[in-house]
T-cell receptor
Framework: AQKITQTQPGMFVQEKEAVTLDCTYDTSDQSYGLFWYKQPSSGEMIFLIYQGSYDEQNATEGRYSLNFQKARKSANLVISASQLGDSAMYFCAMREARRGGADGLTFGKGTHLIIQP | NAGVTQTPKFQVLKTGQSMTLQCAQDMNHEYMSWYRQDPGMGLRLIHYSVGAGITDQGEVPNGYNVSRSTTEDFPLRLLSAAPSQTSVYFC??????????????FGPGTRLLVL
């Protein structure tokens, strides 16, 4: 079974609209972290936001927020007031705390977001 | 700080050739790792290291070797390149420790084409 599922291969959104990128995860660990990364066409991986499994508040970083629903095992990324520069691939990832997190990040397959003017 | 650096940026190999992808970080991070990214896939972990002299396998280790002689450097070796190793390779580093929220810093990536 996939540990990270991103069900939207691609999305087209009008500039200035809010965007929700879906992510569901699967783990039996109680302690884990969820991450979102942005990969523009230039190829680098840019860290956006982090949510810990024990965090009671949803994480926010500027225009990015994470809608964390633990019981449903979902960690959707919300981008408010989208901009043309938000066009990129977006990856959801998880790190489980077992073995000190040594197993690294498990990534979803990504969502290609295109912002239209 | 330069962060995580990778060389080369691009490389073309013939099947059977060997090469080493270089990765260095100047943040004194104990944990370093290598990922590969294939079209339509997220990143997958190849090998990782929790400190100098300590390495272990990730999800897709076959065909790759690593070593960690210093904290700063974590080279990835392809002993006999195959077309299936055509990919984009990312090196990453972070502080070690059990907190799952430690930020992981990625290098800019190496694009490898094996003919």
């Amino acid at each position: 079974a996939q540990k990270i599922t991103q069900t939207q291969p691609g999305m087209f959104v009008q500039e200035k609209e809010a965007v929700t990128l879906d992510c569901t995860y699967d783990t039996s660990d109680q302690s884990y972290g969820l991450f979102w990364y942005k990969q523009p066409s230039s190829g680098e991986m840019i860290f956006l936001i982090y949510q810990g499994s024990y965090d009671e508040q949803n994480a926010t970083e500027g225009r990015y927020s994470l809608n964390f629903q633990k019981a449903r095992k979902s960690a959707n990324l919300v981008i408010s007031a989208s901009q043309l520069g938000d066009s990129a691939m977006y990856f959801c990832a998880m790190r489980e705390a077992r073995r000190g997190g040594a197993d690294g990040l498990t990534f979803g397959k990504g969502t290609h977001l295109i912002i239209q003017p | 700080n330069a962060g995580v650096t990778q060389t080369p940026k691009f490389q073309v190999l013939k099947t059977g050739q060997s090469m080493t992808l270089q990765c260095a970080q100047d943040m004194n991070h104990e944990y370093m790792s290598w990922y590969r990214q294939d079209p339509g896939m997220g990143l997958r972990l190849i090998h990782y290291s929790v400190g100098a002299g300590i390495t272990d396998q990730g999800e897709v280790p076959n065909g790759y070797n690593v070593s960690r002689s210093t904290t700063e450097d974590f080279p990835l070796r392809l002993l006999s390149a195959a077309p299936s190793q055509t990919s984009v390779y990312f090196c990453a580093s972070r502080l070690a420790g059990g907190h799952p929220g430690e930020t992981q810093y990625f290098g800019p990536g190496t694009r490898l084409l094996v003919l």
